[in-house]
């Protein structure tokens, strides 16, 4: 099972627990998020969201994320799922999941690869709302979650 999984399709997170945690009996806690295409943006009814990555760049980024939370946190295992192409409102867009044998553990490497994802991920993402589409800025606040964790990424402007 990769542990890296950029794709159209959605996924089921009950499978993606199942799966990861299957084959390992040092499983003490599995910690998942899910994030949705939020219906509102800056103040804006969002109806869908386009995203789109560099092939094998992107793969490669969040596999040295997941090493990275490896060599951090003491846990077990770790999947991301990212998906791309044109989302609607409400769509799951990400997964990612984490075992490890304590939930503490579990927990801050699940939020270090979300804070990791949404600052250095090579992915674009163009909101459509009622005004047209624009892609989306980062943000001085995800800049500031990476930044918690020792990391500087100064992607906002």
Known sequence: MPRVCIQSEDFDLGAETAALRREDGGV??????????????????????????YPGMTEAAIEAMVDEAQARFDIRAARVI????????REQIVLVLVTSAHRGQAFQAC??????LKTQAPFWKKEHTPDGAHWVDARVADDEALARWGIAAGNAA
Do not use: C, K, N, P
């Not at 003490?28 to 995203?51: D, I, K, P």
């Not at 990212?82 to 409102?89: D, S």
């Not at 939020?111 to 990791?116: K, P, S, V, W």
């Open 82 to 89: 990212h998906r791309i192409g044109v989302l609607e409102a």
């Open 111 to 116: 939020e270090f690869l979300m804070d990791y």
């Open 28 to 53: 003490g806690a599995v910690v998942a998020f899910v994030g949705t295409v939020r219906e509102h943006s800056g103040g804006q009814a969002v109806s869908r969201m386009e995203l789109e990555h």
